[in-house]
């Protein structure tokens, strides 16, 4: 036996992806990529002999082709039936959570089942709802991406939701924002199992950044109005028709016959913010557009979003984007690169 063999059958972890009907590609074969490489890739650049530090297969309810998004297919290497033993278990997006348990209800009892004998268990992006289905996330915290957050708690009210974190560990569960947000937790996945040093280098030869922790910045708030209050409505096309205005909330809810104290509480409970936080986010979304626009600065685009002490309103801005306007704009606005 050689040495690298020795290696192998003593450090190598098993991790099982575990496909779903309708994944999206990326969230599959991402973290599969950057696991591969784990002490492979750095290695193979500097002439080093290869150490592999996973071992990562693809794996269905039956083992059957999947079909994903955009009409890819894969072949998994197994069916859940037949991975006996695995040290990680990912689960990659799952938009069509009730479609899939209707169809193969074994895969919660299986997750169950691994975690129970000492497997860690991570979700990217929407497979957080097949995880949150095992109830082992129940009392916990979740993150997921941004714009699946509302469906998640009506879903799931015995989760809490922390919408900003790219990922979230909890010992043996994790589970991960958006797409790319896969790839941040993979390379924290490589880090907690190989080392901080084999993690940076890996982070290296996939040329990814680590360190990723929030994802507010990427979050777009969509003004929610099928609440079936039609008053509100109306109330907030006022709003959205006179943002970059001074508003006077006692004479807006006079406007619409309504207290201001009826006005404050049928606003929160159609939109979920009261009408003043429900303006600060209309005008947060409206200066983020002219940062992306690169033509203005920030001291110019308060006066344009409707306010006029600007310190006031960039802690505003920070707080509902998790970054300083500067940053905001160099991560968004087109550079031209000739």
């Known amino acids: 036996m050689t040495k690298m063999h020795v290696f192998l059958g003593k450090f190598m972890k098993k991790v099982t992806i575990l496909g779903l009907h309708n994944s999206m590609a990326t969230t599959i074969f991402g973290p599969m990529d950057i696991l591969n490489q784990a002490g492979r890739l750095w290695n193979r650049v500097g002439k080093y002999p290869q150490t592999p530090f996973f071992d990562v297969s693809i794996a269905s309810a039956d083992g ?3 079909q994903l998004m955009n009409n890819a297919v894969v072949k998994p290497h197994w069916s859940i039936d037949q991975v006996q033993q695995t040290d990680l278990i990912i689960i990659a997006s799952a938009t069509q959570i009730e479609k899939i348990i209707e169809k193969n209800p074994e ?3 299986w997750i169950q089942h691994h975690y129970r004998q000492g497997s860690h268990v991570a979700s990217i992006c929407t497979g957080v709802f097949l995880l949150a289905e095992t109830g082992l996330l129940d009392n916990r915290s979740a993150t997921m991406h941004w714009g699946f957050t509302e469906e998640f708690h009506r879903r799931y009210p015995q989760i809490s939701i922390n919408q900003e974190r790219m990922y979230i560990d909890h010992g043996r569960l994790y589970c991960s924002a958006g797409v790319s947000a896969g790839m941040d937790l993979s390379l924290h996945l490589a880090e907690k199992f ?3 040093s084999n993690a940076v ?3 290296k030869a996939m040329v990814l950044d680590m360190e990723r922790e929030k994802q ?4 777009c708030y969509f003004v929610p109005k099928e609440h079936g209050d039609s008053a509100i409505v109306e109330v907030q096309e006022w709003i959205e028709d006179h943002q970059t205005e001074a508003i006077d909330y006692d ?10 104290r009826s006005l404050e509480r049928r606003f929160k409970n159609a939109v979920g913010v009261t009408p003043l936080s429900y303006l600060q986010k209309l005008r947060v979304e409206y200066a983020k557009y002219l940062l992306e626009e690169g033509t203005s600065t920030f001291n110019e685009i308060t006066y344009q979003v409707g306010y006029e002490d600007i310190p006031f309103f960039r802690k505003i801005f920070i707080r509902l984007t998790g970054v300083r306007p500067r940053e905001y704009q160099q991560r968004f606005t087109k550079k031209n690169y000739a």
Do not use: D, E, H, I
């Open 201 to 203: 280098k890996l982070a």
């Open 194 to 196: 190989c080392g901080r």
């Open 251 to 260: 004479w807006l809810a006079q406007n619409f016959r309504m207290s201001r």
């Open 216 to 219: 507010t910045p990427y979050y």
């Open 64 to 66: 059957q082709p999947l």
């Open 107 to 109: 895969l919660v009892p």
